[in-house]
């Protein structure tokens, strides 16, 4: 193949800067995977079983010495229904179910109301120059994307199945696609409750991987622990879960009381409940403030990245026990006191003099203000239940502007009206629309705030760290892991600047537990980031040689191999990559080009088939399949495929008409 040919190869790799971090960190973007805190949940438990480990950090749930029951490991789950039993938690049962918390996910069929299907609500909608279109057919939901050529005929349509919809339609809902095997994907199209109207997915439209818009987005553990109840993630793998994937689907009442199972036989069997508080189940008002806080904490406190500890599970923790001794939550060094309101709820409410200047059991927290059970609607009701939790610790030394000014603005003296305002920033989701500071004064009309003082030169500090203290060697590990996987994929940091220091805090890590499989994937690419792809690949196989299923150790090393020219171990681990995952477009692409490489005509073209199901907008398929036509003798179906290239009106036209004239002569 000639220089100045278009070539069927995927072009990321012409188009990106040489540098190595570059060419990986895109390439993986490209294919979707990389950005987020996947790391979190590759915990190497579940099923990359390593027996020789030694000196893992001692299981919380074991060691447990408080009063509570339900914590250690053995005390199963039982499931929200459990607790619907007529007669025990009615209440409780009937308003959860109205809170969004209680309706985080459905199946598609129970979305009550079904957002309207029609022209009026933008269904269908041209984007991207296609169609995307949302299809019932009884109890199935499709999500359809076409494009049609010049005489109005498809040059391609594809659908995927939403069977759940995400999101109590607040803001509105998206909607996940499951395959076979349990691989969740998000389809390209939302419902915006706000705006009345279907569109594509939020991010989807900038997708740092075009096959998102096709084949859809893997969803990644993190997102369904904190928007279902339980979706158990098959170790190793970027985004399969156990089947069935969902046991139980909205949030449960188990997520905040812990497992469900001694409770509800105590009960049964009608034990007896001594000195008046039922310990065989937590009751989170019953926890000190900082145990009782991480039960919200959970989900609430998304921070910048969250490492799951060495040795966890996803699903480890326990409400009752230290979220702190299961993942490590960073959050951003430095921003916290600013008049920057995008952070979350709980690190604002960490800098409010309620918290600061509360303590002991009156220490304030989420439930000051919330009760989980119950959503406050009504504007009547909600001024009044806000106003009873300020003044629950205000009754003594209340609002220093007097009552007749404050009604002169709020005319049912509303203390959030002033105290608590909602900003402009609106309905950015994860990110505080009520300013949970609790400021003295509303934006503008007082003195400015102190920043909080700078974090230790870093971009990101743990969120549970008490001040002064120092890291720790599992600490530091998870630190190395933050600043060398999400964060940098992200582009917060740059990773040569910290991969020095990653290395260092790595090197005792792994040596410590050479299957921390994590740690491992990080020190491959502090030396990637260092341009030392050689070490990287080789940190890689060791990996590999004991977990040959991790997903992103084969992606990052078929990735490096390739860079190497180490074309058949490319090829090689590009093939277990389609093995462990046959849903991601991008890993065929990345093993096309290689076989394509090496005229390895018959075994790509299964491959390039696949690649077309899955992503039938990709030029670059089609490209490939064009040249695989050639290279078999089959020029006539070999036009009528270019015609199809032509028909999707690609911005580079001109060259790939060049390139198949030359090609096809
Ligand atoms: C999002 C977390 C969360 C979920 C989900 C949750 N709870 Fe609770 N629950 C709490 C907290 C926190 C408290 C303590 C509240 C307090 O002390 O102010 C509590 C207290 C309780 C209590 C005892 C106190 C009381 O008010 O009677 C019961 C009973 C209870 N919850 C039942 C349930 C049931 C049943 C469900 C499921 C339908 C459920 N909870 C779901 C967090 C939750
Ligand atoms: C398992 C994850 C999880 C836990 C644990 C959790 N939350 Fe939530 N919470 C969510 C999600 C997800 C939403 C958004 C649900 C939606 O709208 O689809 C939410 C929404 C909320 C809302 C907003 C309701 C509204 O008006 O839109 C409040 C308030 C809230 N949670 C309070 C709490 C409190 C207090 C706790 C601890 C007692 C808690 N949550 C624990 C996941 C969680
Ligand atoms: C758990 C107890 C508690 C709750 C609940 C609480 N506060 Fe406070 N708040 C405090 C304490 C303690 C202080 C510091 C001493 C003081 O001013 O009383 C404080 C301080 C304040 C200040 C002064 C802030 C500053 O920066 O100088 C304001 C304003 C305030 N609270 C408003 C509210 C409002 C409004 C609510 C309800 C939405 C509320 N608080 C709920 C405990 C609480
Ligand atoms: C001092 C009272 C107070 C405390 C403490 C408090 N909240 Fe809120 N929260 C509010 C108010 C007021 C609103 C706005 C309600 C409304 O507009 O109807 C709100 C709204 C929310 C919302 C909906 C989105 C938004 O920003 O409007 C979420 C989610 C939420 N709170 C979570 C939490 C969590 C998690 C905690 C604990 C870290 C917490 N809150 C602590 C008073 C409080
Ligand atoms: C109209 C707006 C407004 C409303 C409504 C309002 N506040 Fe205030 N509040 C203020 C302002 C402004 C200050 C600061 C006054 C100053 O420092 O001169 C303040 C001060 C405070 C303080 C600090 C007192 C001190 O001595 O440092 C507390 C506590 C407080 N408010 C609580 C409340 C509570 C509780 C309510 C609801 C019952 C409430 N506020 C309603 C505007 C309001
Ligand atoms: C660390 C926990 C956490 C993770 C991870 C997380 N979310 Fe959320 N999400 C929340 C909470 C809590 C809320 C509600 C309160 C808020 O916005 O802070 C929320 C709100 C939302 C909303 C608005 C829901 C509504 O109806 O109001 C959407 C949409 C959403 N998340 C999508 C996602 C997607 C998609 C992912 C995965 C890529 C994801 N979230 C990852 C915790 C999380």
Not at 375 to 404: F, K, N, W
């Amino acid at each position: 193949m000639s220089e100045t040919l278009p070539s069927p190869l995927p072009p990321r790799r012409r188009k990106l800067p040489g540098s190595a971090l570059g060419l990986t960190l895109a390439a993986l973007l490209t294919l979707g995977l990389a950005a987020g805190a996947w790391y979190l949940f590759h915990g190497g438990r579940s099923s990359d079983p390593a027996p020789g480990r030694r000196d893992l950090p001692e299981d919380p749930r074991l060691v447990y010495a408080g009063p509570f029951r339900n914590i250690t490991r053995d005390v199963k789950y039982v499931g929200s229904a459990s607790c619907a039993v007529t007669g025990c938690h009615d209440s409780k049962v009937a308003s959860y179910s109205r809170h969004p918390m209680g309706r985080s996910l459905f199946a598609v069929a129970e979305v009550d109301p079904v957002p309207p299907e029609d022209r009026a609500h933008n269904n269908p909608f041209n984007a991207l120059d296609s169609q995307f279109r949302v299809e019932r057919d009884g109890d199935t939901v499709r999500h359809r994307r076409a494009a049609f050529d010049e005489g109005g005929r498809p040059v391609y349509d594809v659908s995927l199945d939403a069977a759940y919809a995400i999101g109590s339609g607040t803001h509105g809902h998206s909607y996940l696609a499951i395959r076979e095997g349990g691989d969740v994907f998000q389809t390209p199209i939302s419902w915006y409750a706000q705006k009345h109207t279907w569109d594509l997915s939020p991010g989807f439209r900038e997708a740092p991987s075009k096959e998102w818009l096709t084949a859809g987005r893997p969803v990644k553990p993190d997102c369904l622990f904190c928007h279902a109840n339980r979706a158990e993630p098959q170790g190793g793998t970027v985004n399969r879960y156990r089947e069935p994937v969902f046991d139980g689907l909205a949030i449960g009442c188990e997520r905040c009381h812990g497992p469900g199972e001694k409770h509800v036989a105590a009960r049964r069997n009608k034990e007896p409940v001594e000195g008046g508080a039922d310990y065989t189940i937590v009751h989170p008002g019953r926890l000190d403030p900082p145990l009782r806080e991480a039960v919200c904490e959970q989900c609430h406190l998304a921070g910048e990245v969250r490492v799951l500890r060495r040795g966890r599970g996803v699903y480890d923790f326990r409400p009752g026990l230290p979220l702190e001794e299961f993942l490590t939550v960073f959050v951003r060094a430095s921003e916290g006191g600013r008049d920057n309101k995008a952070v979350n709820h709980v690190e604002q409410m960490h800098v409010s003099r309620c918290f600061r200047d509360s303590a002991g059991d009156n220490k304030l927290g989420c439930v000051s203000c919330h009760d989980p059970h119950v959503h406050v609607v009504e504007p009547a009701e909600r001024v009044r239940h806000y106003r009873d939790s300020c003044l629950a610790c205000h009754q003594e030394h209340g609002c220093r502007l007097p009552r007749e000014e404050r009604l002169k603005t709020t005319p049912e003296d509303s203390c959030i009206d002033c105290h608590m305002p909602r900003h402009s920033l609106g309905n950015v989701p994860h990110t505080a629309a009520t300013d949970h500071r609790i400021v003295r004064f509303r934006h503008g009309e007082g003195p400015r705030r102190e920043p909080l003082p700078a974090g230790p030169g870093l971009p990101v500090t743990p969120f549970h760290q008490p001040p002064g203290v120092g890291l720790g060697p599992e600490a530091e590990r998870d630190l190395a892991i933050a600043l060398l996987g999400p964060l940098s994929e992200t582009g917060k940091v740059a990773p040569l600047s910290y991969s020095a220091r990653a290395l260092r805090l790595l090197e005792p890590a792994v040596s410590r537990d050479p299957e921390d499989w994590e740690a491992q994937e990080a020190k491959a690419n502090a030396f990637w980031a260092q341009g030392r792809r050689g070490e990287a690949l080789a940190v890689l196989q060791t990996v590999l040689a004991r977990a040959p299923r991790r997903e992103a150790a084969l992606t990052r090393a078929g990735t490096l191999a390739r860079d190497l020219n180490q074309r058949p171990s490319a090829i090689d681990y590009w093939r277990r990559a389609v093995e462990v995952n046959p849903w991601v477009a991008g890993y065929r692409a990345f093993l096309c080009e290689l076989l394509a490489g090496e005229g390895a005509w018959e075994e790509l073209r299964p491959h390039c088939e696949a690649w077309l199901r899955l992503d039938p907008a990709s030029i670059d398929a089609r490209q490939t399949w064009v040249k695989y036509l050639l290279r078999t003798g089959r020029k006539g179906e070999a036009r009528s495929e270019f015609e199809r290239v032509r028909a999707l009106r690609p911005p580079n036209l001109s060259r790939l008409q060049a390139w198949f004239d030359e090609e096809s002569k």
